[in-house]
Structure formats: C-alpha cells, structure tokens
C-alpha cells in the first residue's frame, strides 16, 4: 500500500486529504500515477485534469514526472506553487 497525500486545491477537488492505494504492477514513474488517478473517478480528473502543471514529491523529496516511484512509502501531489 502507497500512501497518497493531497495538498491545497488538489485536496478540495478530490475531496479527501490522503487515502492509501495499492498501486497497479504498470504504475512505475510518477506520470503513470497521475495518469492512473485519473482514471478513478470525476473528482480525480478534475484536479488533475491539467497533470503537467502538479507538482509530487517521493517521501518528501520533490520529484520530475519521469521518476520511478520504486519503494516509495508516501507520495504528496501538490498544485503549482507561488513563492512571496
């Protein structure tokens, strides 16, 4: 089980702070995790319906798209961030 964390606007549009999955065998990079989110239901699509602007961070580490998720424990997907 992969424990999914979910910050600001992505946790209102999904409509829960965290929840634990088991991740399919073919998720293996963090694209194919948004992509699989996706596919969960009306809510998921809708915060990630724009995959290209979110942001994930690998056991809080921030991460590319393109990183292997491997052993990761726990997976925070974030919206773009503002700095101030």
């Known amino acids: 089980m992969t ?3 979910y910050f600001a606007w992505v946790r209102e549009r999904i409509g829960k702070p965290e929840e ?3 991740l399919p065998d073919d998720v293996k990079t963090v ?3 948004l992509v699989h989110l996706k596919t969960l239901g009306e809510e998921y699509e809708a ?6 602007v979110i942001r994930v961070a690998l056991d809080q580490e921030h991460v590319e798209h393109h990183e292997k998720i491997g052993n990761a ?3 925070g997907i974030f919206p773009p ?3 101030g």
Request: charged share 40%.
């Open 3 to 5: 424990k999914l964390i």
């Open 20 to 22: 634990e999955i088991e």
């Open 31 to 33: 694209r194919d995790l």
């Open 47 to 52: 915060a990630l319906q724009y995959p290209e």
């Open 73 to 75: 424990r726990e997976i």
């Open 81 to 83: 961030m503002t700095g």
